[in-house]
Antibody, heavy 121, light 107 residues
Framework: QLQLQESGPGLVKPSETLSLTCTVS??????????WGWIRQPPGKGLEWIGS???????YYNPSLKSRVTISVDTSKNQFSLKLSSVTAADTAVYYC?????????????WGQGTLVTVSS | DIQMTQSPSSLSASVGDRVTITCRAS??????LNWYQQKPGKAPKLLIY???SLQSGVPSRFSGSGSGTDFTLTISSLQPEDFATYYC?????????FGPGTKVDIK
């Protein structure tokens, strides 16, 4: 059974780059059966899709974040990562990684437990 | 981008009640609509995918319906563990969007 776990700094300074890693277990990240995504949730607010990466290597990003986001895969470590540059306090959120399933559309399942990232000096 | 709205934003209900939550897309999304449940401090959990397909392990009291722009999540008989926030998400576009959520709490 696929399991995902986020890791990375819990505190990032304004203007710096937020970097998170999602470690996948129970399956190969390079399998054509899986795609991957990042979603975030500011404290007390709703879910915001950040971006997705597909087996082909294609990436899709939220237009509101596109200029600052990079999602990539490291097959040697069975991980995928998120980089968000030039962060501000508005980027403070719980960040989730998730497997993106493909069928009649796409859906996120399962999700990692989430990691809180606070942007503050 | 495709905008998603949900109604109501919150509701109060009692155990045993039938609960209906509506999700509307700003354009037709066929049946590319998913529903998630989120409890405080926890990651969202997939309930329904492709508008009406029940995810494995999810109780049958949850059901989804709709196509085009209007969708519904129904809980046939609300249980104590169902008090949570529910989100819809469209995947018609490769630019995914979530609805703002509907919080279901105890009356």
């Amino acid at each position: 059974q696929l399991q995902l776990q986020e890791s990375g700094p819990g505190l990032v300074k304004p203007s710096e780059t937020l970097s998170l890693t999602c470690t996948v277990s129970g399956g190969s990240i390079s399998s054509s059966s899986y795609y991957w995504g990042w979603i975030r949730q500011p404290p007390g607010k709703g879910l915001e899709w950040i971006g997705s990466i597909y087996y082909s290597g294609s990436t899709y990003y939220n237009p509101s974040l596109k200029s600052r986001v990079t999602i990539s895969v490291d097959t040697s470590k069975n991980q995928f990562s998120l980089k968000l540059s030039s962060v501000t306090a508005a980027d403070t959120a719980v960040y989730y990684c998730a497997s993106l399933q493909d069928g009649d559309g796409n859906w996120f399942d399962p999700w990692g437990q989430g990691t809180l990232v606070t942007v503050s000096s | 981008d495709i905008q998603m709205t949900q109604s109501p934003s919150s509701l109060s209900a009692s155990v045993g009640d039938r609960v209906t939550i509506t999700c509307r897309a700003s354009q037709s999304i066929s049946s590319y609509l998913n529903w998630y449940q989120q409890k405080p401090g926890k990651a969202p959990k997939l309930l329904i995918y492709a508008a009406s397909s029940l995810q494995s392990g999810v109780p049958s009291r949850f059901s989804g319906s709709g196509s085009g722009t209007d969708f519904t999540l129904t809980i046939s008989s609300l249980q104590p563990e169902d008090f949570a926030t529910y989100y819809c998400q469209q995947s018609y576009s490769t630019i995914f969007t979530f609805g703002p959520g509907t919080k279901v709490d105890i009356k």
